[in-house]
T-cell receptor, first 111, second 112 residues
């Protein structure tokens, strides 16, 4: 039981490049989330998917898109990366008691 | 909308001393409350949660928290810390609308 997995672990991009962060969970959870973590700001919700086939914006969605590929997988895409998107990105899934389970994170640097 | 305030950004503490991390929230509806811990270079993991029932909640690694509805607080405590408790701690709330709101985090540094 791997829980929530994320790839890649680290990534360096140049301004304007695009990339997709991958996330998968094996706990059969309906809801999945993407957060970014910046120093002194806690975690901020980028997008979430309450169930397969639905996605909704969170607190900071600008510059990002998501795809809920199936129940297991939820990807985050940066179409044109900017230095302000340098951050640590976490994927999570949620069980029926509202507990969220987090992946190990992706450290992204945009130069 | 909900908001979460963690009143201390940094808490240095000596090994075997007690520690309290303070969390206050604001919400117009009933909420569920959580404390998560993040060890260096790792993801977040659940320490404990309050959904309903007893206001004193016990979690993993000897931590406990008390829900105080009148003061809208959910402070985290441990009577005796270890070096391994050095981490960042996050308080979070949800009104059960699929979304969690996180505080800014409290960094606990345990010194020998």
């Amino acid at each position: 039981n791997a829980g929530v997995t994320q790839t890649p672990k680290f990534q360096v991009l140049k301004t304007g490049q695009s990339m997709t962060l991958q996330c998968a969970q094996d706990m059969n959870h309906n809801s999945m989330y993407w957060y970014r973590q910046d120093p002194g700001m806690g975690l901020r919700l980028i997008y979430y998917s309450a169930s397969e086939g639905t996605t909704d914006k969170g607190e900071v969605p600008n510059g990002y898109n998501v795809s809920r590929l199936n129940k297991r997988e939820f990807s985050l895409r940066l179409e044109s990366a900017a230095p302000s998107q340098t951050s640590v990105y976490f994927c999570a899934s949620r069980d029926l008691t509202d507990t969220q389970y987090f992946g190990p994170g992706t450290r992204l640097t945009v130069l | 909308a909900q908001s979460v305030t963690q009143l201390d950004s940094q808490v240095p503490v000596f090994e075997e001393a007690p520690v309290e991390l303070r969390c206050n929230y604001s919400s117009s509806v009933s909420v569920y409350l959580f404390w998560y811990v993040q060890y260096p270079n790792q993801g977040l993991q659940l320490l404990l949660k309050y959904l309903s029932g007893s206001t004193l909640v016990k979690g993993i690694n000897g931590f406990e928290a008390e829900f105080n509805k009148s003061q809208t607080s959910f402070h985290l405590r441990k009577p005796s810390v270890h070096i391994s408790d050095t981490a960042e701690y996050f308080c979070a709330v949800t009104p059960n609308d699929y979304k969690l709101s996180f505080g800014a985090g409290t960094t606990v540094t345990v010194r020998a």
